[in-house]
């Protein structure tokens, strides 16, 4: 086989590649949530609960270190700490985890209720494991991005970023 026909085979396979991936790469694409612009805490509403996000890092021997970048060789797991005022009544949050590709690496919803008769504050503390599961199999390193939302609002009231490196 000469080199011309291998040449027009291989530009023909590269067009037909072309053509069906283009469509699925898109979708992929919009999919994908724009980088997380931290800012700790917003006002959910006029008159609603503030929430403040703080990541830390929980080493081996359970003592906890807030930050902004972690590695798995210093800590095993993650807690996002999500600090509410002027809670007058229960409400639902749910913490996104926003992996450095732009993909939710995980949901998770708690009931947020004041701590005291009087006290118009709850603290809500979710455990994100890190070292031996995904994070570190599949190296998804960079930058991260904690979003909080608040009795199903379609944006997040908070929300802090973080970074998990390899060292």
């Known amino acids: 086989m000469s080199a011309r026909p291998v040449r027009?085979?291989?530009?023909?396979?590269?067009?037909?590649l072309h053509v069906v991936a283009?469509?699925?790469?898109?979708?992929?694409?919009?999919d994908r949530r724009a980088p997380c612009e931290s800012d700790g805490g917003a006002r959910a509403a006029r008159f609603g609960p503030d929430a403040h996000v703080?990541?830390?890092?929980?080493?081996?021997?359970?003592?906890?270190?807030?930050?902004h970048r972690f590695s798995p060789r210093r800590v095993a797991d993650l807690v996002v700490v999500v600090?509410?005022?002027?809670?007058?009544?229960?409400?639902?949050?749910?913490?996104?985890?926003i992996a450095p590709d732009g993909t939710v690496y995980r949901s998770t919803t708690a009931l947020v209720s004041p701590e005291g008769a009087f006290a118009r504050q709850a603290?809500?503390?979710?455990?994100v494991p890190v070292r031996g599961t995904w994070?570190?199999?599949?190296?998804?390193?960079?930058?991260?991005?904690?979003?909080?939302y608040i009795d199903g609002t379609a944006?997040?009231?908070?929300?802090?970023?973080?970074l998990i490196a390899p060292r």
Not at 22 to 30: F, G, S, W
């Open 22 to 30: 283009a469509p699925v790469v898109e979708a992929a694409a919009k």
């Open 155 to 162: 944006e997040p009231v908070a929300r802090r970023s973080f």
């Open 135 to 148: 994070i570190v199999d599949y190296n998804l390193y960079g930058g991260w991005c904690a979003e909080v």
């Open 54 to 67: 703080q990541v830390e890092g929980a080493g081996d021997d359970g003592r906890r270190h807030p930050g």
């Open 8 to 16: 027009r085979l291989a530009l023909a396979v590269a067009v037909a």
């Open 123 to 127: 603290t809500v503390e979710t455990v």
């Open 83 to 97: 600090k509410w005022t002027h809670v007058d009544t229960a409400h639902t949050q749910r913490l996104a985890l």
